[in-house]
């Protein structure tokens, strides 16, 4: 029993090494996705902000998700990364910003 969970922790180690990078991006996925989603369905749909946060919403849950009705801006914080969107135009509709 106990080589078998030892041969496990080693496959499960080497896959971890060999996925590392997108280990390491995962957390900016999550403030992203919900950031531009939120921005989309709010500014570009113009669909209400209830609807708009059940839309985004995760299995992983955001510690924060605001938003800047003056600015068309949206913020969204998750697993210890943050990012913005903003509405850029009708034609352009939402972009992530830097």
């Not at 896959?15 to 280990?23: D, G, H, V």
């Not at 950031?35 to 709010?42: G, H, L, P, T």
Request: overall charge positive; aromatic content about 12%.
């Amino acid at each position: 029993m106990t080589r078998v969970l030892l041969v496990l922790a080693l496959l499960a180690g080497g896959w971890a090494w060999y996925e590392r990078q997108a280990l390491a991006d995962f957390p900016g996925i999550l403030s992203a996705y919900s950031a531009k989603e939120y921005c989309s369905c709010r500014y570009v749909m113009n669909f209400d902000e209830h609807y708009c946060r059940g839309y985004v919403r995760q299995y992983l849950p955001l510690s924060r998700l605001d938003e800047d009705a003056q600015q068309r801006l949206v913020s969204a914080a998750g697993l210890g990364v943050e990012n913005r969107a903003q509405w850029q135009g009708p034609r352009e509709g939402c972009r992530l910003l830097p």
